[in-house]
């Protein structure tokens, strides 16, 4: 089919594309200065019609959602990953598959939500997902009496974990949380910094045997100077 | 996904004064910040819910649409990014495309139940007089008189509907390059006269 992409903006902007000429025209979008120039007014225009038809939704969906969210993680990782960027790269094509599927099953829609931004979050957002969406992920969590909390998601199929940290006391001025893995045979590899709240991606956990969480100086250390707040199995 | 199309800008809209506090409640939203959510749900909600519910129709299953949207929006907030487009941008294109695909999955299986009837398809008067009494907005109701009958019904059966293009083509009996043009040009017209700028 030779159709003339520049075409379908219109239709694209609209949402009266299918499925197939939607990621066509989106490729073609990426490519297409000309196109993009003249989308964002396209989509602007769609979004006041879409803003006409206000209703009041019922009361019960602000309650439901309200009550789940705080037991969904979110995408993106808040603390800093060192091991992401050192371990992530290498493995991400065959993480992209799979995240791809995941995508479009659970209908992730709209140019601008996929691609805002996309350099930034894409690969973390990318692991997280597959993570998450692991068929044979496990959860593991530890609460503090002090409130907060730590839960580990880990995908041995991916060979990653997600970990999210939630509402920690502060761990004191001029200190952070550290996380790390370890393994029975070698160091414990620091795989980032958190002050209250984070999530991060590890990579590499077929070999781990549990996660760790220590109170370390701001900036973290090279290796744990104190004695874990929290160690989860892996 | 290439850097320059990161680049595409949503132009803001001139009116929404309130706009720059929803940015910075999503962008906390994306920090994980449920207080934030709350205050993006009641700003937003009814806008979310009722454009669910003009294309499904079926309050019950827009509203599950309309929950999907908002946990999407919980998950993925981190990727908004305030310098490249609003948040109530950001949330209705999202929620009008989980929408049309909500609706057209939905049509797809009753159409593999009815053995594919295009005939029995919605009759397009009742459905424009449908929008016509629930738009809100003068300015935009306007804008959508301002149109020819042809691009008025394209873009009513598109954009409400769910229709595809070449759906809309068969709806309204005309060809789909026909169609195309008629979408490009209602939307150049809508823009214009809404007073878009991009
Ligand atoms: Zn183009």
Redesign the pocket.
Known sequence: MSTD??SL?APYALDALDQDERSRFEA??D??????AEMAGFMATAVRLGDTVRHAPPPALRERLLAEIGDIPQERPIVTALAERRGLRRTLPRLAMAAAFLVGAVGVGGYLVEHQNAEEANDRSVAMSTVLGADDVTTASKSFDAGGSVKLYSAPSADAAVIIAKRLPSPGKGKVYQVWMVDTEAKPTSQGTFVSDGEMIMKGVAEADHIAVTVEPEGGSDQPTAAPIAIIAV | MSASAAQLKLAAAPEHDAEPSLNDLLVKVGRGDETAFAAIYDHLGSSVFGLARRVIRDPARAEEVAQEVFIQVWQSAARFDPAKGNAKSWLLTLAHRRAVDAVRHDQAATNRENKYDWSSGPDFDEVEETVTITLEHEQVKRCLDGLTELQREAVNLAYYQGYTYAEVATALNANTATIKTRMRDGIVRLRDCMGVVA
């Open positions: 992409l520049h903006m073609h979008l490519q297409c200065a000309d196109c993009r």
